[in-house]
C-alpha cells in the first residue's frame, strides 16, 4: 500500500475487514513518509476525522479563565487560520515546522500507560493511525486486545463487573502530564469525564470487550473509593496479561492502524537522548454500548 489516495471501495472493504480479522490492529510499510493528505486519505478508509486531542475545547483541553468561549467552528476557524491542521496530532521531541529537536517534558520519554485514546470523550474515536517518522532505538508500542480480555474474564471478576461503569477521567495524558487547562482532581471521585460500561458490545457482533481507558484517575461508579481501586486493580491486572499482548518494533515510514474498542495500547520508554516523532489521526466514533448479557462470548 504505497498510495494512499489511489484506494479504492473494495480495497477499503477488504481493509475494513481484514482489522476484524487480526485483532483490530492493521501494520502498513509505506517505506516512506507521508504527506498530510495520504494519511487523512487512509483514514477515511476507517471513519471520518475526529480532532486531535489538545487543540479544541472539550477535545482534551479546557478553556482557560483567560481565554474567550467560542464555538468549535471559531476555533476550527482559527486553528486553520495559523496553518493548523485540526484533525492532525504531533507526537513527538521535535519542532514539527523544523525538524529539529526540542526541549520537552522528561516524562514523555518514560512508559506510558496502557489506555485507550480519547475515552474521555462522550463518543470516543474508533480508529487512530500513528505514521511513524522520526524512530528511536527503543519507544515501541504494545497492543492488548480487549475482547481476548472479556473472553477469558473469570466468572467471579465477571459477576462484579456486571452492568457497572467506569468513569474515563480527561485530566491527564498517557505520559502523565497535565492536559491544557485541565486542574488535577483531588481524588479519582471529583475526576471529570464520562462515564463508559466496563463490559462494551462490538457494533455488528456478538462480539464483546472490557472497555477500561487508562488506569489513572479511574472511579467505578458508585463504589467507596477503596472498593473501585481494588476493583479496578484486578481489571487491569487481567486485561494487560502478556498473551492477550503484541509488542510493535517501528521503522520509519511505518503507519500502524488500530481499533480503540478492540485493544488498549502502551508506549514503551527510550534514551532521552534520541529523538521519536510521530504523526496520528483518529476517526469519530459512536457511544459506548454496554453488554447485553454477563455470559462470555
Known amino acids: 500500500m ?26 502498513f510499510d509505506v517505506g516512506r513518509l507521508l504527506e498530510a493528505d495520504e494519511l487523512h486519505a487512509l483514514t477515511a478508509v476507517f471513519g471520518d476525522n475526529e480532532f486531535a486531542p489538545g487543540l479544541v475545547t472539550g ?8 481565554e474567550p468561549e467560542r464555538s468549535v467552528d471559531e476555533q476550527v ?3 486553520r487560520a495559523r496553518g493548523i491542521d485540526p484533525h492532525l496530532m504531533f507526537l513527538g521531541n521535535v519542532d514539527p515546522a523544523t525538524g529539529e529537536r526540542r526541549e520537552t517534558d522528561e516524562l514523555f520519554f518514560g512508559e506510558w500507560e496502557w489506555h485507550t485514546d480519547m475515552s474521555y470523550l462522550p463518543a470516543p474515536p474508533t480508529f487512530s493511525l500513528l505514521h511513524a517518522r522520526m524512530v528511536p532505538d527503543g519507544g515501541d508500542t504494545s497492543f492488548c486486545s480487549q475482547v481476548l480480555a472479556a473472553r477469558t474474564l473469570p ?26 487547562g485541565m486542574t488535577p482532581p483531588a481524588t479519582p471521585v471529583e475526576a471529570i469525564g464520562p462515564y463508559h460500561p466496563i463490559l462494551r ?26 472498593e473501585s481501586e481494588a476493583l479496578l486493580d484486578a481489571l487491569w491486572e487481567h486485561a494487560t496479561r502478556d498473551d492477550f499482548t503484541y509488542r510493535h518494533r517501528w521503522t520509519v515510514g511505518e503507519v500502524v492502524v488500530w481499533d480503540n474498542r478492540v485493544v488498549m495500547h502502551c508506549r514503551h520508554p527510550f534514551e532521552s537522548t534520541q529523538t521519536r516523532f510521530m504523526w496520528r489521526t483518529q476517526t ?3 457511544p459506548v ?9
Not at 466468572?155 to 502530564?177: F, P, Q
Request: charged fraction near 35%; avoid cysteine; proline fraction near 5%.
Open 2 to 27: 504505497s498510495e494512499p489516495r489511489s484506494i479504492d471501495d473494495p480495497l477499503a472493504e477488504r481493509l475494513r475487514t481484514a482489522s476484524v480479522e487480526h485483532h483490530g490492529t492493521l501494520v
Open 284 to 286: 469519530k466514533g459512536e
Open 77 to 79: 476557524a482559527e486553528l
Open 289 to 297: 454500548v454496554a453488554a447485553v448479557s454477563t455470559s462470555a462470548v
Open 155 to 180: 466468572d467471579a471478576l465477571r459477576e462484579r463487573v456486571a452492568g457497572r461503569r467506569i468513569k474515563h477521567d480527561s485530566t491527564y495524558t498517557s505520559a502523565g502530564m497535565l492536559r491544557p
Open 201 to 226: 458490545r462490538l457494533p455488528g457482533s456478538d462480539r464483546e470487550a472490557l472497555f477500561l481507558g487508562r488506569r489513572t484517575n479511574a472511579y467505578v461508579e458508585d463504589l467507596p473509593l477503596d
Open 59 to 66: 477535545y482534551g483541553k479546557a478553556r482557560r479563565a483567560d
